[in-house]
């Protein structure tokens, strides 16, 4: 039991950390840094939190629920009650194995974990320096990767926001 690493090196190359945990209360942990097959330039820097870029879009989904209610003072018309909310994001794209954003998702994915999502939209003008900015705690819900044989990899995410989310509306220059 304990925490168990193994740090490898090559000259001229970065390294890349994956860190794989056991279940809650078994007391095992495991963390392995190996080197990367390529160099990095010395000039790079590594933007955090990671982006999932190479998406052919982004569909913000809002969903309200209701309930039907009676009353005695609508001469038998319908009425509705608002009951709950969600909010859901799906983003497809295409694969890419450099793709930090998205191979964090697909960790989190497998870990069953919560990761925070900002979607932000271009400025509605140039009146303004963003847009409208959604962002909040959300569940991977759906990965697929669809292989077309005329057609590029997919990369597929779909989120499940947990929860409220937090709206900031667009800045003015």
Not at 39 to 56: C, G, H
Not at 145 to 158: Q, Y
Request: net charge negative.
């Amino acid at each position: 039991m304990g925490t168990k690493s193994k740090i490898e090196r090559q000259p001229t190359q970065g390294y890349t950390t994956r860190a794989d945990a056991t279940p809650a209360g078994s007391g095992n942990t495991s963390i392995t840094v190996a080197a990367l097959a390529e160099a990095i330039p010395s000039t790079s820097t590594a933007a955090f939190p990671s982006e999932v870029y190479d998406r052919s879009a982004v569909d913000l989904d809002r969903k309200f629920a209701t309930k039907d209610v009676t009353t005695l003072n609508t001469d038998g018309e319908k009425q509705v009650k608002s009951t709950t909310k969600s909010s859901s994001l799906k983003a497809p794209g295409h694969w890419y194995w450099k793709n930090a954003g998205a191979r964090i998702c697909e960790a989190a994915a497998e870990a069953r974990q919560s990761i925070w999502v900002t979607l932000e939209y271009e400025p509605p003008s140039e009146a303004y320096s963003k847009g409208e900015i959604i962002s909040g705690k959300a569940i991977i819900v759906d990965l697929p990767k669809p292989s077309p044989a005329d057609g590029f990899v997919g990369n597929d995410i779909s989120f499940e926001f947990s929860g409220a989310t937090t709206t900031t509306p667009p800045v003015p220059v």
